[in-house]
């Protein structure tokens, strides 16, 4: 199959580029809020971790900690397109603190997910797809976020090795692997550095407010994104391959406004903190809409149970019955 | 050295705006800054999208597909995942017509 057949389309069918212009006007003062919030946040909840220490009260604040700690993918997200910040200096500042504490590695991540979004939901060549023909025992794995760590372990343990994983070289320009071996070898000195500090000053701090909640929060994220594209067409048809899925507003802030996710795939040019605007004015252009995370992976589920029972209560044309009545 | 080739009229581009056209098989990128027009190869190195549908922002032009940047007056690549230049074309105005130089 050709690269052109391949390459994600949509964009243009759903808005004109004069109509798409208003959208992708990004400022710092968005991304500085919604940073804010969520690292405040963070703080909060690891200051309740701090004080349920050695009571029962530690299992609501860690799993609380946690949640937000696996958030942090929305801002590794957000930094990676650049349209966090305005200022693209502040945007790689943050990009990199948080993909640190996110536990990947920015540039090789930043390219990994620019080809996620070149062909997204073509077997073969997207690197997010989910399992073809995913079973139960699939599902349950990929939640638990065994993919996740198997390919993070291995881009932060094999990359300062110069170890680039063959079947992923695609991602990357040639010019750029000497850059994602460098970096690779910095993080594994930041991480080794935070390591052997914890061990001279015998401090379980970094496990107890880093490492715990960051493994124990993940199959959370794992979950939400199971609605991006699970269950939608395979094919490079951005208006029918991704799924924006409405949900609360909590949800929303956290995950910055991820959520809108066909939003995103058409129009990656547009900061998070215009895609609810980008909803209201393209959402009848777009098949699947979810009516929430829970809803989408019951319908998962429910095919991989039953293979054939139809895609989350979608009409013939493919709406929901939300947009039905709407 | 070849031959000045007419491809667009200035009028059709808006300020801080860019227009694909293609001219013997190539396909350019015409800008309009506020300092005057300019051209350069009009698909990204990257990936292959069209320039033309990415947006101007400060004297760069920014790629639809995966927001790498290139210099507009220079081509550079200056963000990743850009890393490959773009060719910049000589480009000239007589009266409202935009000629570029393809050589």
């Keep these: ?326 | 050295m070849s031959d000045w080739l007419d491809v667009a009229n200035a009028d059709d581009i808006d300020e801080d705006d860019v227009i694909q056209v293609e001219v013997e098989g190539q396909v350019l990128a015409i800008y309009r800054l506020e300092d005057g027009f300019y051209a350069t190869d009009g698909i990204c190195s990257h990936a292959e999208a069209c320039l033309a549908d990415g947006f101007v922002m400060d004297g760069f032009i920014e790629c639809p597909l995966h927001q790498g940047r290139f210099e507009i007056k220079t081509g550079k690549a200056r963000s990743a995942p850009a890393t490959e230049d773009l060719r910049t074309y000589e480009l000239k105005i007589e009266g409202s017509r935009i000629l570029v130089r393809l050589d």
């Design chain 1, 1 to 326: 199959m050709s690269v052109e057949a391949v390459q994600a389309f949509g964009q243009k069918e759903v808005l004109t580029k004069k109509e798409y212009k208003p959208y992708i006007v990004r400022t710092n003062r968005h991304g500085l809020v919604r940073f804010a919030i969520h690292a405040g946040a963070l703080m909060a909840s690891g200051a309740a971790v701090y004080a349920s220490l050695g009571t029962w009260w530690i299992v609501p604040s860690m799993a609380c900690h946690a949640i937000l700690m696996a958030f942090l993918f929305a801002p590794v997200h957000e930094c990676s397109h650049r349209t966090a910040f305005r200022n693209r200096t502040l945007n790689e500042a943050v990009y990199w603190i948080v993909c640190l504490v996110y536990m990947v590695p920015p540039t090789f991540f930043r390219y990994a997910h620019a080809t996620h979004h070149t062909y997204t939901q073509v077997r073969g060549w997207d690197p997010d797809m989910l399992p073809e023909n995913m079973t139960l025992r699939d599902y349950v794995l990929f939640v638990l976020g065994t993919t996740f760590w198997r390919r993070n372990f291995r881009w932060l343990l094999f990359h300062p090795f110069g170890r680039i994983d063959p079947k992923q070289r695609y991602y990357l320009p040639d010019s750029e692997i000497p850059k994602v071996i460098r970096e690779a070898r910095i993080i594994m000195l930041i991480y080794a550095g935070v390591a052997a500090a914890a061990v001279y000053y015998g401090s379980w701090a970094p496990l107890i407010y880093w490492i715990v909640p960051r493994f124990v929060g993940e199959p959370y994220m794992r979950w939400l994104r199971i609605s991006e594209h699970g269950d939608c067409e395979e094919s490079p048809d951005l208006r029918r391959n991704t799924r924006t899925t409405m949900t609360n507003r909590l949800v929303r802030c956290f995950f910055w406004e991820m959520p809108y996710h066909a939003e995103h795939h058409l129009c990656p040019l547009v900061p998070f903190h215009a895609l609810s605007r980008l909803h209201e004015k393209i959402r009848d252009k777009l098949h699947p809409v979810g009516d929430g995370y829970l809803a989408v992976n019951r319908q998962v589920v429910g095919n991989i149970l039953s293979p054939g029972s139809g895609a989350m209560g979608l009409d013939e044309s493919g709406r929901t019955a939300g947009q039905r009545s709407a």
